[in-house]
């Protein structure tokens, strides 16, 4: 069964308040089943969006030298590149809540590259010393900041309307998320996956069929904005175990709410598990769009009619860096 899609249009600001329920009624919907739905009207334009994939692919083009200079394991605020197999989102846990039985955690067959807000010294955040706030790594490639800049900024305009009717969709008000955005570690991340058949410079050895693109995994934060290509392998799990395949048209994003969500939500919502397999025989582009709110916001489970919090509260910072601690190669030697 293929995802619900949503249209953004009637959370643009401005626009009538007719309609807004309906949207909000199906986020919740979604929510409380895969986690998971697609949207349009979103805002981004397609010369925008074109241009961060163009940028994608002249990133990974580079030799292996090049990339390896900019490692994520150079950058005191978790910006750079990440090399084939140095991270392991699938899980033992995951792996049991799948089929049943314990095994191995292969490690992702995929590079990636992750920035955010380029800030300096200036910044008080980055004065005060606070993690995940600081400068982003940048490749000698001519126009690639401009793109990732113009992406980044119309990405984060479309996540603040999902995040307006996430607040709608729990009886909240619009604003609710978007106070909490005003200084936030929001992440934009480029991802390769290289078919399986095919060698590359990093571990110069071919995948298996059986070495996930990026194992099965539920994202940390408020909620991700995915933009995909069109060579296909993403899929999400469904309340019945089923997997689903995920396809969009150039102007939709997959969206999907995180680990963080669900904490805020009490659980009313699932997080969603997904996983990507690796393509058989091209080359698989995405841009995700991790959107999170500020460092020192406080998560705590919204509570209604007398429910008990399922949660301890727990500050947004601190979460995210305790998940960056378990799937990160880097940060764990």
Known sequence: M???????????????????STVAD?????????????????????????????AAHRLFA??????????????????GYVGFDQETLETVDTIETIDGSAGTTPADHKEAFDLSR?????????????????????????????????????AFEAAQMVSRGIALALGLDPAYFTRRMTDSVTFLRMVHYPPVAAATADAQTSTGAEQPGCGAHTD?????????????????????????????????????IGDMMARWSNDRWV??????????????????????????????????????ARHEPVTAGDYLLSSFDTTHAYRQS
Not at 30 to 37: E, I, L, S, V
Not at 63 to 69: Q, W
Not at 120 to 148: I, K, M
Not at 237 to 255: A, K, N
Request: some cysteine; glycine content about 8%.
């Open 118 to 154: 380029d800030l300096d010294d200036s910044h008080p955040e980055v004065a005060a010393g606070t993690p995940l706030y600081g400068p982003n790594q940048w490749p000698d490639l001519e126009g690639f900041r401009e793109e990732v800049d113009a992406y980044f900024a119309a």
């Open 26 to 54: 199906m986020i919740d919907a979604a929510c409380r089943d895969t986690g998971c739905f697609v949207v349009e009207g979103h805002g981004i334009a397609p010369e925008v969006r074109a241009g961060v994939f163009d």
């Open 220 to 256: 940390y934060g408020l909620v991700t904005l995915l933009a995909q290509d069109d060579v296909g392998g993403l899929e999400v799990r469904g309340r019945d175990g089923r997997w689903i395949e995920v396809s969009t048209e150039p102007h939709q994003l997959v969206v999907n």
């Open 271 to 308: 997080s969603t598990l997904h996983r990507v397999r690796s393509p058989a025989r091209e080359h698989r582009y995405s841009v995700p769009f991790f959107v999170n709110p500020d460092f020192h916001c406080t998560v705590q489970p919204i509570v209604t009619d007398g429910a008990v």
């Open 62 to 79: 580079l030799p292996f030298d090049d990339k390896h200079r900019l490692a994520i394991g150079r950058s005191p605020c978790h910006r």
């Open 2 to 20: 293929p995802l619900p899609v949503v249209d953004l249009a009637p959370l643009h600001t401005g626009a009538p308040q007719c309609g807004r």
